[in-house]
């Protein structure tokens, strides 16, 4: 999928009716839990234009961990795929049920096209700078939660800019997972805020990074942000 800015900024507000179609409301907490495909920040935005905050999550994540996410923040939603869908329906219950959004098509989730086709209108962003943006692990392996605000997150957003400019002609492809706070600033929050086009990579492995810099002629590898 290739898109637009303009076409970006349709979706996120298409995809911000959907999840409020869905019974997403302001306050909720919404889990993702995706490697790095092209739903994921159009989706991470529209949960904040719904008013909402995101719970990132790394796939490669352990599954006590991803439990402890869901049990302490009370999460009733989710954007995960069809592959990694077994996780969290192995911790919905009856007494905790979760609606489960997934890209494509699968047996008792909402498809990311279904929040698209909502004809609900667009929701006026609710978030303030100083309400809750993202929550998560600060790090991979640990359960120290990190906590940012709207206003910090745009700290972090312009941090990453001083350190590395980007422009108009650049096109960025980053090899962290966007489910770490750090991964979503630089792979898609600064690169967007300063024009730049932005590759999603699901997997990290050597093939596929090679393929994805000739076929998109990436001018921009960004690699992990120490922690």
């Known amino acids: 999928s290739r898109y637009s800015y303009a076409a970006l900024d349709h979706l996120v507000g298409r995809c911000a009716a959907g999840l409020m179609a869905q019974g997403f409301k302001p306050g909720d907490v919404l889990l993702m839990l995706a490697p790095n495909v092209p739903e994921w920040p159009i989706v991470a935005l529209a949960a904040w234009v719904a008013g909402g905050t995101v719970c990132g999550a790394d796939p490669a994540c352990r599954d006590d961990e991803l439990g402890h996410q869901l049990r302490s923040l009370g999460v009733r939603h989710a954007f995960t795929t069809p592959a990694l869908l ?4 192995a911790r919905v219950t009856a007494a905790d049920p979760l609606r489960l959004i997934v890209p494509g ?36 392996g640990s359960r120290q939660a990190l906590r940012l605000t709207h206003g910090q997150l ?19 492809l980053s090899l962290q997972p966007m489910g770490l706070a750090s991964g979503f600033v630089q792979g898609a929050l600064a690169p967007l ?17 090679a393929q994805a810099l000739g076929r998109h002629r990436v001018t921009r590898l960004l690699l992990a942000v120490p922690s």
């Open 154 to 172: 745009l700290l972090q957003v312009a941090a990453r800019e001083r350190e590395l400019p980007l422009s108009g002609s650049d096109i960025t």
């Open 86 to 89: 077994p996780r969290l329906r």
């Open 193 to 209: 805020a300063q024009g730049a086009a932005v590759v999603t990579l699901a997997s990290f492995d050597a093939d596929a990074v």
């Open 105 to 140: 098509e699968a047996e008792g989730t909402v498809s990311f096209t279904t929040l698209l086709a909502c004809a609900d209108d667009e929701p006026r962003p609710h978030s303030g700078l100083h309400s809750l943006a993202w929550v998560g692990a600060r790090r991979r």
